[in-house]
């Protein structure tokens, strides 16, 4: 009898801690999600501000075709469904690049610079995306959170048992992080330096006097006079 009742006390603290981690991954599922939903939310912004800015530059700097459909291409492949987290980062690290090189094509054009409708939108996609950074950090801490629960012992036991699995991160890998490139066409000009910069005269390299051996005066050079002058003796040491 005092057996069973000990198995029976085993197996109701048994029962209670896999309900108690069994409702700590619920939790932490539903964090990761609520978490990537901010991001949409952001995200979705985020494509409405680029088209239109894209409208705003195109009214002003339309002969940039090839660039402005980059933009949309990029736009529309970041606005596809059904994409999972890395697959939207990286649709979103493509319309980063894409966005690069349109703002760098502005600024080409001093008109567009000034005009208030497109330093509102820079402005507001900066917020936007400051926005988008600070969800991005909140998801991915709450999706390590989940994966180190789901793949550490004892938890991974009861994650096996309901079938919880691992979140991906949500994160901008590979080109996308790499420098955009903008090229105007001058790469076969040379291009002077600015007015300020000294001129080749001005830099002609100094020579650092050599240090003469042990025993050797060092080879001291006197310049020579100008006319109506004498030559200064050498000077004895």
Known sequence: MIALLI???I???FALWAVGVYNGLIKQRNLVQEAWRQIDVELKRRHDLIGNLVETVKGYAAHER???EDVMKARSAAMAGGQSPAQQAQSEGMLSAA???LIAVAEAYP?????????????ELTSTEDRIASARRYYNANVRELNTKVET???NVVAGMFNIKREEYFE???IERDPVKVDFGQGNYNIPPPSGYNSPQDTAPTQIPTTPPPGQLPNTQVPNPQPGQQAAP???N
């Open 7 to 9: 198995i029976l006390g």
């Open 11 to 13: 197996i109701v603290l």
């Open 66 to 68: 090839g660039t402005l």
């Open 99 to 101: 966005l690069g090189r």
């Open 111 to 123: 008109d567009l610079k000034a005009n208030q409708n497109f330093t509102a939108l820079q402005n």
């Open 153 to 155: 012992v004892p938890s």
């Open 172 to 174: 901008v890998e590979g």
């Open 234 to 236: 050498p000077t004895q």
